[in-house]
T-cell receptor
Framework: AQSVSQHNHHVILSEAASLELGCNYS??????LFWYVQYPGQHLQLLLK??????LVKGIKGFEAEFIKSKFSFNLRKPSVQWSDTAEYFC??????????FGSGTRLSIRP | GAVVSQHPSRVICKSGTSVKIECRSL??????MFWYRQFPKQSLMLMAT?????????EQGVEKDKFLINHASLTLSTLTVTSAHPEDSSFYIC??????????????FGPGTRLTVL
């Protein structure tokens, strides 16, 4: 069965620091990969997604993620975080079965 | 982006009663709706997938007789928690997509419903 692992449960950074959140998945076939963000008190929103092609995907708000097939990873990055990036971030995987499986989430706290 | 609403946002009920949660796509037709459950500080767990006009597909371990899902129209799906017990207390989130087939269309998430069973 497919699964998604997010190793960082809570990350605390200062403004302007660089961010990398880890995501690994287990599934042998073709996958679609996603990062969702949930700002405090708001709905889940799609940050970016990978289906095929260039493994470096750019999303909204300066976020990007790189799909490394050999490592089954899809880490999220941002070169310089802002206080407004404080949120919960979820990595997710969709297999050929069409359903999306979410990771456990990483809470990002940014110190002003 | 598209908007998905849920009602109610919060409900408290007594053990043994049934609770209905509505999920509506406000500005698009949702051929597929998904119901998730989220425990505190944990991830979203997919409970079931429903396609308009057909029976829902439940994930392993989810009791279909306890969590009744109806997707009678392209804009409305309901989740009824029957004979609720305190262990059913959770955050229930729906999402809607305009296509549930092999072509991916983005899922839009509702704000969630917090259920507390006393």
């Amino acid at each position: 069965a497919q699964s998604v692992s997010q190793h960082n449960h809570h990350v605390i950074l200062s403004e302007a620091a660089s961010l990398e959140l880890g995501c690994n998945y287990s599934y042998g076939g073709t996958v679609n990969l996603f990062w969702y963000v949930q700002y405090p008190g708001q709905h889940l929103q799609l940050l970016l997604k990978y289906f095929s092609g260039d493994p470096l995907v750019k999303g909204i708000k300066g976020f990007e993620a790189e799909f490394i097939k050999s490592k089954f990873s899809f880490n999220l990055r941002k070169p310089s975080v802002q206080w407004s990036d404080t949120a919960e971030y979820f990595c997710a995987v969709r297999s050929s079965a069409s359903k999306i499986i979410f990771g456990s989430g990483t809470r990002l706290s940014i110190r002003p | 982006g598209a908007v998905v609403s849920q009602h109610p946002s919060r409900v408290i009920c007594k053990s043994g009663t049934s609770v209905k949660i509505e999920c509506r796509s406000l500005d698009f037709q949702a051929t597929t709706m998904f119901w998730y459950r989220q425990f505190p500080k944990q991830s979203l767990m997919l409970m079931a997938t429903s396609n308009e006009g057909s029976k829902a597909t439940y994930e392993q371990g989810v009791e279909k007789d306890k969590f009744l899902i109806n997707h009678a129209s392209l804009t409305l799906s309901t989740l009824t928690v029957t004979s609720a017990h305190p262990e059913d207390s959770s955050f229930y989130i729906c999402s809607a997509s305009s296509s549930g087939g092999t072509t991916y269309n983005e899922q839009f998430f509702g704000p969630g419903t917090r259920l507390t069973v006393l």
